[in-house]
């Protein structure tokens, strides 16, 4: 279970097809349980690590020139003019984070509406017209350089919205980028860069509450923990470069498709209430 499970999370959370949507129908349709919280954290810290080593130069450069721009502001002599791309792009992640604080007090309202099968069919559609309308757009110029503040809040609300159980975090940052002007690139490399952040406190934040419920690792489940972890990366690695493979060829639109037939069939076997749970 825990490979079956690594491979979904490498694969939804970095496609744009929405891997909480996909959880929660699955669950639904198929009485799938999830997994225990441990195992939750583990899988979601793999593909964590995907981004870091896919955009290993950048996470070096960006914690590197983060530091130097704290020094330079406690020393007595900062530096001029124009700050190097990479601190600008710390900054623009910085920014981009900070709608998601608007989402906290509404968090639970949020999560409540994956409960809704019908829901979150209805989203998983919206999500096929986000994606199919993105490739029409023409290709951008704004880089990390040339991004203004304005730009990346509009993207940071973006990936607040797709807080939205059936919407697809990626796909709506990314979409959000080329809409702003963003060169295909940047967009897809911004959008993996700036869930560093998010992902990186709900870890935490989840670290937390698993140590002070005194959970630890089964007997007999590091093996499988372990098995799970190194899939989701894999696969989470190679999913990445798929993304940046078919935005750069005006074709990220493709999962479009996808997403529109399993909203309408997860929608019509909802209205229908029918479920695969053995009798």
């Not at 891997?19 to 198929?30: A, E, I, M, P, V």
């Not at 060169?183 to 897809?188: I, L, S, T, Y």
């Not at 670290?207 to 990366?233: E, H, N």
């Amino acid at each position: 279970m825990s490979a079956i499970l690594g491979l979904v999370q490498g694969v939804a959370e970095f496609l744009p097809i929405s891997s909480s949507g996909h959880l929660t129908l699955l669950q639904h349709f198929f009485g799938m349980e999830e997994p225990d919280q441990l195992l939750n954290i583990l899988l979601h810290f793999a593909t964590l690590l995907a981004v870091c080593v896919y955009y290993f130069q950048d996470v070096v450069g960006m914690i590197l020139e983060f530091f130097r721009g704290i020094a330079e502001i406690f020393s007595r002599q900062p530096g001029k003019g124009e700050p190097p791309e990479t601190r600008r792009l710390v900054f623009l992640v910085i920014v981009g984070t900070l709608p998601l604080f608007l989402i906290l007090p509404v968090k639970k309202y949020v999560e409540g509406l994956g409960s809704s099968p019908v829901f979150v069919s209805c989203a998983l559609l919206v999500t096929g017209c986000i994606l199919f309308f993105s490739d029409r757009m023409a290709s951008g110029r704004k880089t990390a350089r040339s991004a203004t503040v304005k730009d990346v809040l509009l993207v940071g609300v973006a990936q607040g919205i797709a807080t939205i159980p059936g919407l697809s975090r990626s796909g709506c940052t990314i979409s959000a980028g080329m809409a702003l002007g963003f060169r295909r690139e940047f967009a897809v490399r911004y959008s993996f860069l700036m869930s560093l952040p998010a992902v990186f406190g709900a870890t935490l934040l989840e670290v937390k509450d698993t140590l002070s419920a005194g959970s630890g690792i089964p007997d007999g489940m590091l093996g499988k923990y372990l098995l799970g972890m190194v899939i989701a990366g894999v696969v989470g690695y190679f999913a990445i470069r798929l993304v940046n493979l078919l935005a750069n060829k005006g074709k990220f639109g493709a999962f479009a498709y996808y997403c529109w037939i399993a909203g309408v069939l997860f929608l019509v076997l909802s209205l229908l209430g029918v479920t695969f749970v053995p009798a």
